[in-house]
């Protein structure tokens, strides 16, 4: 008996656990392509206000001055903590107060939001999406394989 009432419990917990687990979950991870335009690239030159480097993705809020004058809060997304921080970046990557170029893909609903593609700093240091430097670090190897055969 006592077998049966603990399975008639755990039948009823379980799915509402997993309904609650899973709505956190996709709150705090999206895909890109639901929520960025990968054909557009846009630019944005502005004030850094602050750098979470967390988990799961890392966030570079901005503000930027728009053509009108006004100041918007950007929000510049990008890979998590750990995918960052094996590239070097720690919580002094991007200062606070710090004026930065953010080059990425647009936010598909309108909002003051980027995935990032590139970050050049004020002393013109490019931070770049992990993917994008893998690409241009073989190319740079590639090249110089041809320079170095054809010498």
Do not use: C
Not at 76 to 87: N, T, V, W
Not at 97 to 120: C, D, I, Y
Request: charged share 20%.
């Amino acid at each position: 008996m006592r077998t049966k009432s603990y399975f008639s419990v755990i039948s009823r917990v379980l799915p509402v656990m997993l309904v609650g687990l899973s709505s956190n979950m996709t709150r705090a991870h999206h895909s890109f392509a639901a929520s960025y335009d990968p054909a557009r690239l846009v630019t944005v030159e502005g004030i850094v206000t602050e750098l979470q480097l967390v988990n799961p993705h890392a966030i570079i809020h901005m503000n930027v001055t728009n053509e009108a004058g006004d100041v918007e809060a950007w929000l510049i997304e990008m890979p998590g903590k750990l995918s960052l921080a094996r590239r070097g970046w720690t919580d002094e990557t991007v200062i606070p107060g710090e004026t930065v170029t953010a080059v990425g893909n647009p936010s598909l609903t309108g909002k003051s939001a980027m995935w990032w593609q590139r970050v050049t700093l004020t002393d013109g240091t490019e931070l770049l999406f992990p993917a994008l430097a893998d690409q241009l670090a073989i190319e740079a190897q590639r090249r110089e394989r041809v320079l170095s055969t054809s010498q």
